[in-house]
């Protein structure tokens, strides 16, 4: 559904990533995790669209929607934002929330 080749990204002299290559299947879940300033919101906003990537494809199956909620949002209506999230998520989808933290605890 989801093909990442070569992506790399830089702002100035700092490079958060280069070289990333991965896939995503229909039924696969993936973590993207790493310190705060390390690219994982600039690899989200990358596969949104949102951002080009310095080099590098993104590749998105024809019928795949992806669905992206920021890290910081503000409220556009009355409704609980996971109604808000299911309104306007078409089929099929891929979700792609940022991580902030991993707990081990079971």
Do not use: C, H, W
Not at 34 to 47: C, E, Q
Not at 77 to 88: F, I, M, P, R, Y
Request: no cysteine.
């Amino acid at each position: 559904m989801l093909s990442i080749s070569d992506i790399s990204k830089s702002y100035g002299d700092q490079t958060l990533f280069s070289a990333v290559t991965f896939n995503v299947g229909a039924r696969d879940r993936i973590a993207i995790i790493g310190p705060n300033g390390s690219g994982k919101t600039t690899l989200f906003d990358i596969i949104s669209g949102n951002v080009p990537p310095d080099s590098g494809s993104v590749n998105i199956q024809r019928d795949t929607t992806i669905g992206y909620l920021e890290q910081e949002i503000s409220p556009s209506s009355e409704l609980q934002l996971l109604d808000d999230v299911l309104n306007n998520l078409g089929t099929p989808v891929i979700v792609l929330p940022v991580v902030q933290g991993v707990s081990t605890d079971s």
